[in-house]
């Protein structure tokens, strides 16, 4: 076989959903030639199959994948009822009353070649401040409920941070449908009943549907969620269950009005048997309750997350089961398996949108031809392996630190020894301040920062690197540092006046 014949030339796409047409679009966008797709595309979906389609809020890099995509900012705003994100408001993790904020961004310039969090623990140590947040721009911009996008000047405070989008997901996919079909990609509508395979392979060759037509094709993306039709039920691809360090294994999402403007920012409120969502859009507000069922029955959490809403609920609980994991092998034969069909993070940091885009950039990196290349699965995997990892153990922290002392849930959590990986990293950063990043992190040096320090664990001191300076001059260059950010936030519109042209 030559290697034209051996190239890859359909691909069908299992499922729709954010995942589904993320993934239509994206590989559209790549493989689109000034005579038309190079590659044909199919996604198959049935409209009496309904999607997730509750995570509403992202990371930064989303506006990469909109960018990647050809749209507009604008546009996808429009069309999503989007809100900027400056990062998380984490309630009541620790004692009730008490929260911190995981911002979009760093604490400061690096001076004489140390990160300014640095400076900033020297002076914590010594009892010069309370907390880092006043040098965080984007953690000070949303408490002040203010908001426009980043300066291009870099001597300028407002340069330094990032922001991320919080959008109606069902709107999202919507728009990603019209995109994915005006560059070719065809919808086929219909409920799949049979995954064929070939007899020697074990490859999938087709998927039946309850009508009798089949979708053939070289190469399949399983976006078929929670089920895992393709990469599960049929390639046998296993589970790596993480429960025991992240025990919650329920939601309830549940939309309501809001009642006051939207805010730049999530909320992730602490309960006594998991944690409660509030994610403010231009139209309404998505409400959620993770939850662990060992700890909450089914009705109390809904009890419980309806006596936190703002207002009455716009729709029907939509109720979630999941085993906290991921697939052992996500590209296994000729099957990948993207979104909740390779695995489940609970939304706590807001990655499940950011592991299906950078999962499918990582696709169009390895794409194979019809050989499917051994050594191409393998890196795929192992990298796919690793970025979960991270978020994961991201997410453990949280749990682990949270100092609440209702339920049994959070003793557990504080309880069970975490991975190895984090437990390196929180004995490096008690001891000195340090973040060792490892391979394919999704989160940077701020970001642990953030939320070692709001959860109470400071370094017991600082790098000995910053201890040149007199201490009082580092607390005049703080207080100067910080006040200019306080400024430049004063100089910025409110959120709700930089979306107002954009409501629905």
């Given at each position: 076989?030559?290697?034209?014949?051996?190239?890859?030339?359909?691909?069908?796409?299992?499922?729709?959903?954010?995942?589904?047409?993320?993934?239509?679009?994206?590989?559209?966008?790549?493989?689109?030639?000034?005579?038309?797709?190079?590659?044909?595309?199919?996604?198959?979906?049935?409209?009496?199959?309904?999607?997730?389609?509750?995570?509403?809020?992202?990371?930064?890099?989303?506006?990469?994948?909109?960018?990647?995509?050809?749209?507009?900012?604008?546009?996808?705003?429009?069309?999503?009822?989007?809100?900027?994100?400056?990062?998380?408001?984490?309630?009541?993790?620790?004692?009730?009353?008490?929260?911190?904020?995981?911002?979009?961004?760093?604490?400061?310039?690096?001076?004489?070649?140390?990160?300014?969090?640095?400076?900033?623990?020297?002076?914590?140590?010594?009892?010069?401040?309370?907390?880092?947040?006043?040098?965080?721009?984007?953690?000070?911009?949303?408490?002040?409920?203010?908001?426009?996008?980043?300066?291009?000047?870099?001597?300028?405070?407002?340069?330094?941070?990032?922001?991320?989008?919080?959008?109606?997901?069902?709107?999202?996919?919507?728009?990603?449908?019209?995109?994915?079909?005006?560059?070719?990609?065809?919808?086929?509508?219909?409920?799949?009943?049979?995954?064929?395979?070939?007899?020697?392979?074990?490859?999938?060759?087709?998927?039946?549907?309850?009508?009798?037509?089949?979708?053939?094709?070289?190469?399949?993306?399983?976006?078929?969620?929670?089920?895992?039709?393709l990469i599960e039920q049929s390639m046998k691809a296993g589970y790596e269950d993480w429960s025991?360090?992240?025990?919650?294994?329920?939601?309830?999402?549940?939309?309501?009005?809001?009642?006051?403007?939207?805010?730049?920012?999530?909320?992730?409120?602490?309960?006594?048997?998991?944690?409660?969502?509030?994610?403010?859009?231009?139209?309404?507000?998505?409400?959620?309750?993770?939850?662990?069922?060992?700890?909450?029955?089914?009705?109390?959490?809904?009890?419980?997350?309806?006596?936190?809403?703002?207002?009455p609920p716009l729709a029907e609980p939509n109720r979630l089961r999941f085993v906290t994991g991921?697939?052992?092998?996500?590209?296994?034969?000729?099957?990948?398996?993207?979104?909740?069909?390779?695995?489940?993070?609970?939304?706590?940091?807001?990655?499940?949108?950011?592991?299906?885009?950078?999962?499918?950039?990582?696709?169009?990196?390895?794409?194979?031809?019809?050989?499917?290349?051994?050594?191409?699965?393998?890196?795929?995997?192992?990298?796919?392996?690793?970025?979960?990892?991270?978020?994961?153990?991201?997410?453990?922290?949280?749990?682990?630190?949270?100092?609440?002392?209702?339920?049994?849930?959070?003793?557990?959590?504080?309880?069970?020894?975490?991975?190895?990986?984090?437990?390196?990293?929180?004995?490096?950063?008690?001891?000195?301040?340090?973040?060792?990043?490892?391979?394919?992190?999704?989160?940077?040096?701020?970001?642990?920062?953030?939320?070692?320090?709001?959860?109470?664990?400071?370094?017991?001191?600082?790098?000995?690197?910053?201890?040149?300076?007199?201490?009082?001059?580092?607390?005049?260059?703080?207080?100067?540092?910080?006040?200019?950010?306080?400024?430049?936030?004063?100089?910025?519109?409110?959120?709700?006046?930089?979306?107002?042209?954009?409501?629905?």
């Amino acid at each position: 076989m030559d290697q034209a014949s051996g190239e890859v030339r359909r691909v069908a796409v299992v499922g729709g959903g954010t995942a589904g047409w993320m993934a239509a679009a994206a590989l559209a966008r790549a493989f689109t030639r000034p005579s038309g797709l190079a590659v044909e595309i199919t996604l198959v979906e049935s409209e009496s199959i309904g999607t997730v389609g509750v995570g509403e809020a992202t990371i930064p890099p989303i506006r990469q994948f909109i960018r990647m995509l050809g749209l507009a900012e604008d546009d996808f705003i429009r069309s999503t009822a989007a809100t900027a994100k400056l990062g998380i408001c984490f309630k009541d993790w620790g004692a009730p009353g008490s929260d911190y904020f995981h911002g979009f961004g760093d604490y400061g310039p690096t001076v004489a070649g140390q990160a300014w969090r640095q400076y900033l623990f020297r002076l914590k140590a010594a009892g010069r401040i309370e907390g880092i947040e006043p040098w965080s721009l984007p953690a000070v911009m949303a408490r002040a409920g203010r908001f426009a996008p980043p300066v291009d000047d870099p001597r300028s405070a407002l340069s330094h941070y990032s922001y991320a989008f919080q959008f109606d997901a069902g709107l999202f996919a919507r728009r990603l449908r019209t995109l994915a079909e005006g560059l070719g990609v065809m919808r086929c509508e219909g409920r799949i009943v049979d995954v064929v395979q070939h007899p020697d392979t074990g490859h999938v060759a087709a998927v039946r549907l309850e009508d009798d037509r089949q979708v053939e094709a070289d190469l399949f993306i399983d976006c078929s969620g929670f089920r895992g039709l393709l990469i599960e039920q049929s390639m046998k691809a296993g589970y790596e269950d993480w429960s025991h360090w992240l025990p919650c294994d329920r939601a309830i999402a549940l939309p309501c009005a809001a009642a006051r403007p939207a805010e730049p920012f999530t909320t992730a409120r602490a309960r006594s048997a998991g944690w409660q969502w509030r994610i403010p859009l231009q139209h309404r507000v998505g409400n959620g309750y993770v939850y662990s069922s060992a700890h909450i029955d089914d009705q109390a959490a809904l009890d419980d997350l309806l006596g936190q809403v703002e207002s009455p609920p716009l729709a029907e609980p939509n109720r979630l089961r999941f085993v906290t994991g991921r697939r052992r092998e996500v590209w296994k034969g000729n099957v990948v398996a993207l979104g909740l069909a390779s695995g489940f993070l609970e939304p706590l940091e807001s990655t499940s949108i950011s592991l299906i885009q950078n999962a499918i950039g990582r696709l169009l990196q390895l794409f194979p031809d019809r050989g499917f290349d051994p050594a191409l699965i393998r890196e795929y995997n192992r990298a796919s392996a690793l970025e979960v990892e991270r978020i994961r153990d991201f997410i453990v922290l949280h749990y682990h630190l949270a100092q609440r002392a209702d339920g049994d849930l959070w003793r557990q959590c504080r309880e069970t020894t975490p991975p190895d990986s984090l437990m390196h990293k929180i004995e490096l950063f008690r001891a000195q301040g340090d973040v060792p990043l490892l391979e394919d992190e999704s989160f940077r040096e701020d970001s642990w920062t953030a939320v070692f320090t709001g959860l109470g664990v400071w370094p017991r001191r600082a790098t000995p690197l910053v201890g040149v300076d007199e201490l009082d001059d580092v607390e005049r260059q703080a207080a100067r540092f910080a006040e200019l950010i306080r400024q430049a936030v004063a100089s910025l519109p409110a959120h709700s006046e930089h979306f107002t042209g954009y409501a629905r």
